[in-house]
């Protein structure tokens, strides 16, 4: 009974954080626009610009109090609860990781067909930032509410350069700045030779997704091996917890030895996983 009233208090505490975390989101998204950490560029990456570093740690936070809490329920050994409320409390970041990835990916995808459409655009007789404002409607469904905004903006303010910042800000994506840089200089030194720089960005554009997408599906079935790997030992762990009584050595000097021991392997060959198959990432060396 007292497990389940801690549990409650946990969850309480969780709501809490969050709600004093989103009152506090435009502060803090504000202060952390200077130095821009790595956990806000990950939320940047994610498409979560409204969302402060401060929720997610609030998050991380509340989901290792919750799965400490809910296996100290299940198992009743704390030691294994410990291990368990950190695992769960690095889960957020993890999703953020993986939402960022699949997000990076989908805008890979999108921007060749994106281009073509400018470049289709331009040669029926469109300016510029009208061909731009266009791709809110007939662009990918990935992009269009990035350019919806963009057109809203130019409608309100006019200045063609400020919007193409704002937009890249939006994006938020390495392919995004070298496209929005291409249409600035387009406009800023003119010329004819536009159309012909969009079709031949989109093809490079098409050229490296696809590239990208057989080196991606080459080296999946590596990193899932190596992740069962790495997640099975707990898998098994959290198994034996439902037998009484079965972890409770692990409550023991030895037991939290080997726990300890266990997260350090086990946190080790995860990162080293990631670094080995991990592929070359485009920087926003345009940000």
Known sequence: MGAFVGLIGALGVLLLAQTWAERGAAPAVAAAAPSRGRLRRVLDN??????????????????????????????????????????????????????????????????????????????????????????????????????????????????????????????????????????????????????????????????DARTRAELVARQSWAVNAARIAVLAPWATLAFLSLRPGALAAYDSSGGVLVLLVAVALSSTAYVAMRRIGRLPVDERVLA
């Open 46 to 207: 994610a498409g979560l610009e409204d969302v402060s570093a401060l929720r997610v740690i609030a998050s991380c936070t509340g989901a290792g109090i919750a799965g400490a809490v809910g296996m100290l329920v299940v198992a009743g050994s704390l030691a294994v609860a410990l291990a368990f409320g950190v695992l769960a409390g690095w889960a957020p970041v993890g999703v953020l990781g993986r939402r960022a990835a699949t997000r990076r990916e989908a805008l890979a995808s999108c921007w060749p067909d994106a281009v073509d459409d400018l470049a289709s655009a331009v040669r029926a007789g469109l300016s510029l930032p009208e061909a731009v404002a266009a791709l809110s409607d007939r662009g990918p469904e990935a992009l269009r509410p990035a350019f919806a905004r963009f057109a809203a903006d130019f409608r309100i303010s006019g200045s063609f350069d400020t919007c193409l910042d704002v937009l890249k800000v939006e994006l938020s994506d390495p392919i995004g700045d070298r496209v929005v840089e291409a249409l600035r200089l387009a406009r800023d030194v003119g010329g004819t030779d536009l159309g012909r720089l969009l079709r031949t960005l989109s093809a490079v554009l098409r050229e």
